[in-house]
């Protein structure tokens, strides 16, 4: 049983850049591509306001959340420094050039997360992030 499903080419993630996957009944899930053709996946939600982390900009393995300038790690989900926080990560696979991520994590990871929250939503995410 294939437990990735895929998702796009990876020219269709602009380097540098994102693309956000939509899932039913959950937030989105944000694609990011390095300047290396590395690809990472995170909640669409910074942890501080909920901000939609694919709007932000990508530096070498790191995004800004678009809304108050938090820096999260690509690669653990982790927020910089002073700031606290973490957003959940997906698995990611690149095979032949076509992006996957994994079947289960799709279904499970932030789906009670569904609406944005005032206020800081670190706290929500908290439980996925120490995976």
Do not use: Y
């Not at 020219?11 to 591509?33: E, H």
């Not at 982390?53 to 070498?60: D, N």
């Amino acid at each position: 049983m294939n437990d990735w499903t895929e998702i796009c080419p990876l020219d269709d993630i602009p380097v540098l850049g994102s693309r956000r996957v939509q899932r039913v009944d959950a937030p989105a899930v944000a694609l990011f591509r390095t300047r290396d053709d590395r690809v990472f996946a995170l909640l669409d939600r910074c942890p501080h306001k909920g901000g939609p982390l694919s709007q932000g900009l990508v530096h070498g393995e790191a995004v800004s959340c678009p809304l108050h300038g938090q820096i999260v790690g690509l690669a653990d989900g982790r927020v910089q420094a002073p700031d606290e926080g973490c957003v959940p990560r997906f698995e990611v696979q690149v095979l032949d050039g076509i992006v996957s991520l994994r079947r289960g994590e799709l279904e499970e990871l932030g789906v009670e997360l569904a609406a944005p929250v005032a206020g800081p939503a670190w706290r929500l995410a908290r439980a996925a992030c120490s995976r």
